[in-house]
């Protein structure tokens, strides 16, 4: 994609100088321009001011990275693998914090004899199974 393409998705673009321009970044809520475009060789750079980083703005306007170099890419840098990694290792220790939470509460309710409906039991084996799955021990 070339800064020209680029800069027909963005809003409040005004030129700058030679190949750059500025306009609202569409990462966040930009009223005052801070987004700066520049056609640089074979690829467009992007830098927002507000702090919104280049992974952040093309996916907000459907594009990938790779779509900032004239001739596609599949691009995406080492970082972005490493934050994606966390990201899913954060959502799946939550489940697993929300699985032993849950089948604890159920696993001592029918240790002290109370009724427990069939949709929580249900609830519950599917947790036990998601907990042995990801191979969580010491859960109820």
């Not at 100088?17 to 640089?40: F, M, R, V, Y």
């Not at 750079?45 to 004239?70: E, M, P, R, Y």
């Not at 490493?82 to 240790?111: C, G, H, P």
Request: net charge positive.
């Amino acid at each position: 994609m070339r800064a020209q393409e680029f800069i027909h998705l963005l809003k409040g673009v005004r030129h700058k100088g030679k190949n750059q321009w500025i306009a609202c970044c569409p990462a966040h809520d930009d009223h005052d321009p801070s987004l700066s475009i520049t056609e640089h060789q074979d690829r467009v750079l992007i830098k927002c001011w507000a702090g919104c980083d280049a992974l952040s703005i093309v996916n907000s306007l459907g594009l990938t990275l790779g779509d900032l170099f004239h001739e596609k890419h599949d691009y995406t840098p080492p970082h972005a693998f490493a934050k994606r990694e966390m990201a899913q290792r954060k959502q799946t220790q939550s489940k697993q914090e929300q699985a032993i939470t849950f089948l604890s509460v159920v696993t001592a309710a029918l240790k002290r004899g109370e009724t427990v409906p069939d949709a929580d039991i249900q609830r519950a084996r599917r947790a036990k199974a998601f907990l042995e799955k990801h191979n969580v021990t010491g859960a109820a």
